[in-house]
């Protein structure tokens, strides 16, 4: 009967001169500060979020994420094949962040002398550069992620920071406590993007590109035991856990990035499981 039913609709539709295009939007992921969100919409060919582009596979798959200070509403745009334009607003939840006071860090590394600018923007220019980084041909992303060392997590992705007294940037990735040594694994599949570096603030670092954007960060390595260009499978050992930047111990700093915006990395890890919704438009345009 449902199948008649819906038949029925289609034929309608037909007759109408309309096509079955039915421009449904299925999100899946919670619309919070600091997550990542995985969508779905048939026939779309380019999505942006508050006018930032994101890539969209051939089925109308596409990734995009929400900062840690998003704000409670985002602007998401599809465009779809027909040139039809579909604007939704999508309420975006506040979070909670703790604050972490850290106590005995090198105070050069709290208070960069003069001398340490020029490395300071040698790490900026050489992370900006991997995480600006959008690569359409790699579809990694769909083959799923998994945590890259076990331990305790020694500090929260978003905790504002305190080092020695003196407030700093947000905490940008996970802090996962292992000991010195101890292998990390590739997240997911992907090609690295950079490896090494020993740079101020990160020590050494692997940054892995899993396409559209998207990518993993490894800090505080004692050793990167990968090349810029490898492919790599979830998995693969591609470092050990170090204590090199601005550390007070050993551990893994483990980020996320999509488009260059820093998201909690253990989102990746939820994205099989994540609750799924339709969304209606806002407003329709034509292109
Ligand atoms: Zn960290």
Same mark, same amino acid.
């Given at each position: 009967?449902?199948? $008649? ?13 309309? @096509? ?9 992921? %919670? ?11 048939? $026939?779309?060919? +380019?999505? @942006? ?11 109308? *798959? ?23 334009? /579909? ?6 939840? +506040?979070? @909670? ?19 340490? /600018? ?5 790490? !900026? ?6 995480? @600006? ?5 790699? !579809? ?9 060392? /076990? #331990? ?16 700093? $940037? ?11 040594? %101890? ?12 490896? #090494? ?13 899993? =396409? ?16 810029? #260009? ?8 591609? =470092? ?5 930047? *601005? ?22 890890? +939820? ?11 806002? $407003?329709?345009?034509?292109?």
């Amino acid at each position: 009967m449902r199948n $008649n039913l819906t038949c029925l609709i289609c034929n309608l539709l037909l007759a109408m001169g309309m @096509t079955a295009s039915a421009q449904a939007l299925e999100l899946c992921g %919670t619309l919070k500060q600091g997550e990542l969100i995985s969508g779905h919409a048939f $026939n779309a060919t +380019e999505v @942006t979020v508050d006018g930032k582009s994101y890539t969209v596979d051939a089925d109308g *798959r596409f990734l995009f994420s929400l900062a840690r200070d998003a704000a409670k509403n985002v602007k998401l745009s599809i465009v779809y094949q027909d040139g039809t334009i /579909e604007n939704y607003v999508l309420p975006v939840a +506040e979070n @909670t962040w703790d604050i972490q006071r850290i106590e005995g860090v090198e105070q050069r590394k709290v208070t960069p002398a003069k001398a340490d /600018e020029a490395e300071i923007l040698r790490e !900026q220019k050489d992370v900006r550069a991997a995480l @600006t980084s959008i690569n359409p041909d790699i !579809q990694d992303w769909q083959k799923g992620f998994e945590l890259p060392v /076990e #331990g305790v997590i020694s500090g929260n992705f978003g905790n504002q920071r305190i080092f020695n007294g003196v407030p700093k $940037n947000p905490h940008s990735g996970t802090d996962i406590a292992a000991a010195e040594g %101890t292998p990390v694994k590739a997240a997911g599949d992907g090609v690295v993007l950079l490896s #090494g570096g020993n740079y101020f603030y990160s020590g050494n670092m692997v940054i892995l590109d899993h =396409g559209y954007g998207l990518q993993t960060i490894y800090m505080h390595l004692k050793e990167a035991k990968v090349a810029k #260009g490898d492919h790599v499978k979830k998995g693969d050992i591609i =470092g050990l856990v170090g204590k090199t930047g *601005r550390v007070t111990g050993p551990h893994l700093h483990w980020g996320a990035s999509l488009n260059n915006v820093r998201f909690r990395p253990h989102a990746l890890l +939820e994205m099989d499981l994540k609750q799924c919704r339709q969304y209606l438009p806002d $407003n329709k345009e034509r292109l």
